[in-house]
């Protein structure tokens, strides 16, 4: 099992920024892969931004040269760091982690609002 909690979400102008943390605990030796999705309301979950096994990043299309997503192993965390959001970043954000079992844990997620 594995244990996720989001931090850092809220209500931000168009053009701002914000930094989204997920802390990890539990079997992290067992952690394959970690990302973000989001879900905005009446939209599918997608894919923002994460590291695959290999430790390679990748982004979704739309948040490409705006979001970058980090990582401190010794926290055991993972970070987006949003720039210049826009108001169609708005949703929910989860963290993901998917391990080398197969295992998918997600954490319960943090609202992003962009709006003036």
């Known amino acids: 099992q594995v244990q996720l909690v989001e931090s850092g979400g809220g209500l931000v102008q168009p053009g701002g920024s914000l930094r989204l943390s997920c802390a990890a605990s539990?079997?992290?030796?067992?952690?394959?892969?970690m990302g973000w999705y989001r879900q905005a309301p009446g939209e599918q979950r997608e894919l923002v931004a994460a590291f695959t096994s290999g430790s390679s990043t990748i982004y979704a299309d739309s948040v490409k040269g705006r979001f970058t997503i980090s990582r401190d192993n010794a926290k055991n965390t993972v970070f987006l760091q949003m720039n210049n959001l826009k108001p169609e970043d708005t949703a929910v954000y989860y963290c993901?982690?998917?391990?080398?079992?197969?295992?998918?844990?997600w954490g319960q997620g943090t609202q992003v609002t962009v709006s003036s």
């Open positions: 993901n982690t998917v391990t080398r079992y197969g295992s998918s844990f």
């Open positions: 539990g079997s992290i030796f067992s952690i394959n892969a």
